[in-house]
C-alpha cells in the first residue's frame, strides 16, 4: 500500500513539475516575442528577418543593498548577474501598496528554471539559435537574462546586443495584456561599449 501511494505522489509531483516548465516556457517565449517585435519595429526590419540569440540565459538575482550601497559609499555588484531591487521597483513606479508584495515576489525568485534558451517556434518563427562560433564572433548577437515577474501581470528582463566591439545594455520592463502576449512599457539603456 505505500509503494502504491508514493508512485501516486511521484506521478502528481512529476505532472505538476512539467505543466510549470512549459507555462514557464510559454511566458519566456511570449516575453522574447515582445522584445523582438519591439526591435524589428525600432530597426525597421522586415518579417524575414532572422535574429541570433546566444543560447544561455544570464542568471539575474535580486538583492537588498546595503546602507553604504544605498548611500552611495561602497558600488554595488555588476548589474548583469545582480539587480538591486530597490532599482527594480523604481523601474516599475508602483505605489506603496505593491511594493511589498513585488518584494517578497522578486525575492523568491533567485533560481530560475532553465538555464538555456528554450524556444517554441510557434510563437518564436525569427529566432536562430548562436552555435559557439557565432558567440565568439559577438556579431548582431542578442543575449537576455532570466525574466523576473513583479506579479503574473508585469515582468522585468535584460538584454545585451553585441556587434562585434560594439556593444548595449538595456533594461526592460514588460506588461502582461489580457490575451496573454506582453507589451514593453519601459526601457532604459545600462550600458554602450
Known sequence: MNKISLIIVSLVFIISCSKKEEDEKLEFNRILNAVLKYESNRNSFDNSHQ??????????????????????????????????????????????????????????????????????TKINLNIKVANKEEIDKRMKLYQFSNPIYFDENSAYIETIYH??????????????????????????????T
Open 163 to 192: 556587434d562585434s566591439a560594439f556593444g548595449i545594455g538595456l533594461d526592460i520592463y514588460l506588461k502582461n495584456k489580457k490575451d496573454g502576449s506582453w507589451i514593453i512599457k519601459k526601457i532604459v539603456n545600462t550600458f554602450i
Open 51 to 120: 535574429f541570433l540569440i546566444s543560447p544561455e540565459l544570464q542568471k539575474i538575482k535580486t538583492y537588498v543593498p546595503s546602507q553604504k550601497e544605498i548611500l552611495g559609499e561602497e558600488p554595488g555588484p555588476p548589474s548583469f548577474f545582480n539587480k538591486n531591487i530597490i532599482r527594480l521597483l523604481n523601474l516599475k513606479e508602483n505605489n506603496l501598496k505593491n511594493r511589498k508584495s513585488d518584494s517578497l515576489n522578486l525575492l523568491k525568485q533567485n533560481v530560475y528554471i532553465f538555464d538555456s534558451l528554450n524556444i517554441d
